[in-house]
């Protein structure tokens, strides 16, 4: 067997965007860097540089090669391809809600797929994503890039990937601690009022609408949250301060970055001020923070030339 190496590039995301639980998500300017050999023999390399190493399985938990050997079985040539060389340079911060797992899941099947000539297309991609992770607003623009909309019909995904029309600046305040996904998942109710779930529904459809349009006035409102936010406020110190300083900076709006700690600003403007009165809030709170300045991918996972 010839063995052949590939690269890909993938971008982080930032899920929900607001209103959306669950169903939006944004592609980043960020990007974590994959490149794969499979092998015959059953040997199993990983190296990780960037954000995250040290804190990164390199054996068979690591999630980019528990991704590869998904689609290698699905594919029936998981005999043939027993190891792997794997090389990671990760920009994505580690859990801190920019999707580094997604962005993982991606790349690996990404990678393994690229090796087998495309035998799946996106959308089988997609659903193996989505099965990894358990929901898809990060994997759908990881692999569509731009901003997505996805559905679950009894466990299938559905994903719509569009791209504003506007000049969208995403700003993004970074804590230094982590939060776990599961640990912000918990402390959710299992049932929401009926007013709660309209707020969200109205300001959901109406944010795509805007952002698809190019309608800055309409964006005014679009990215508040009654789902999540108000559960999750408790495990991010100075949340609710942190959004106020962005907006009285110049943000059309603010919200949590997927399941946090990340918040997460959209802006036409004032980017750097935004940021850092984002980063000195949460000074204010005894949290330390950077800012990053991010825009929105267009293109979703590719090959890394
Ligand atoms: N929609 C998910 C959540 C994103 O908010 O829990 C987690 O990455």
Redesign the pocket.
Known sequence: MIEKTVRVCVPGTS??CGPG??TLGVACTIYNELELTLLADEHLEIAVTGEGAGNIPGDARNIVWRSIRMLLRRAHVEEQYRGACIRMKNGIPLSR?LGSSAAAIVAGLKAANLILDNRFSRRELLQMATDLEG?P??VAPAIFGGFTISVLHEGHPECFSFLPKLPLRLVVAVPSFPLS?RA??NVLPAEVPLKDAVFNVSRAALLVAALSKGNVHFLQHAFEDAL?QPYRAKLIPGMYEVFQAAKEAGALGVSMS??GPCLIAFTLEHAEEIGDAMVQTFGRYDVEARALMLKVDDRGVRIKK
Do not use: P
Request: hydrophobic fraction near 30%.
């Open positions: 899920a929900n639980f669950d809600g929901h607003d990060n996904t912000a998942r999540h997927g399941a």
